[in-house]
């Protein structure tokens, strides 16, 4: 199956030991990191805006460190991020946030699509104004926005950063329920979580995890 993603021997920072992996199609994937900080290191690395200490990254086999912003700008359109930091344009709306990116590739929202977008801010619990700007919406509300938006435009890899500790119970157990209903469909996008804890996301069928923590070796191995 094709590699969407691969690290070669990165390094985030000078203290880090290097590391590789490959995510493919409809993989789900754990990445532990020290905290925040380096969650949101490896996110901008792996977006190819941050060069790291050492190593590389690759997307759809081409390097992105190589990669000039026309070619940068097209590879990232085939992914989507879910972060309280990354992701949202600042200037659009929430509701445009979501369904911008269908009119880019499909010249037009489709029904069925802003149907389930709505449905989806109804179950996450979202009952504010779906015009407000990124700046105006608490962090949770940004989660949930980026993961709407990823939700409706079918993305071949999903990149996750910083979620589940700014949502509630409630609003964990449907993004997680919702990230394996689509696993289980065909065609699934592969999802790679960045998470800061020891927590395991309850539900979420792993098929690796890597720590990349300073304080520990780097590990890899197969979920049971």
């Known amino acids: 199956m094709t590699t969407l993603l691969a690290c070669n021997q990165l390094k985030l920072t000078p203290g880090h030991s290097p590391f590789s992996l490959e995510i493919t ?25 941050q060069l790291p200490a050492a190593g590389g990254v690759s997307l759809h086999g081409h390097n992105l460190a190589e990669a000039g912003r026309e070619e940068l700008l097209k590879l990232r359109s085939t992914l989507a991020v879910v972060s309280p930091q990354v ?29 389930k977008a ?18 105006h919406l608490a962090a949770s509300e940004r989660i949930i926005t ?8 079918n993305p071949e890899l999903v990149l996750y950063a910083g979620c589940l500790a700014e949502l509630t119970a409630v609003q964990r157990t449907i993004l997680l329920q919702e990230i ?24 979420l069928q792993l098929h690796r995890q890597y720590d990349l923590r300073c304080r520990q070796s780097t590990t890899t191995r197969e979920s049971s």
């Open 25 to 49: 199609q409809g993989e789900i994937i754990l990445v532990r990191v020290d905290d925040e900080h380096h969650a949101c290191l490896l996110l901008q690395t792996l977006l190819g805006e």
């Open 180 to 203: 394996m209903t689509r696993h289980s469909q065909p065609a699934a996008p592969a999802v790679l979580f960045i998470s800061t804890g020891d927590e395991q996301p309850e539900g």
């Open 146 to 153: 980026s993961f709407i938006r990823a939700a409706v435009t």
């Open 87 to 115: 992701g949202l344009i600042a200037n659009l709306k929430l509701w445009e946030n979501i369904m911008l990116p269908l009119l880019y590739h499909q010249s037009e929202v489709q029904t069925a699509a802003a149907d």
């Open 118 to 135: 709505t449905q989806l801010l109804d179950r996450l619990g979202y009952h504010g104004n779906i015009w407000a700007l990124p700046g």
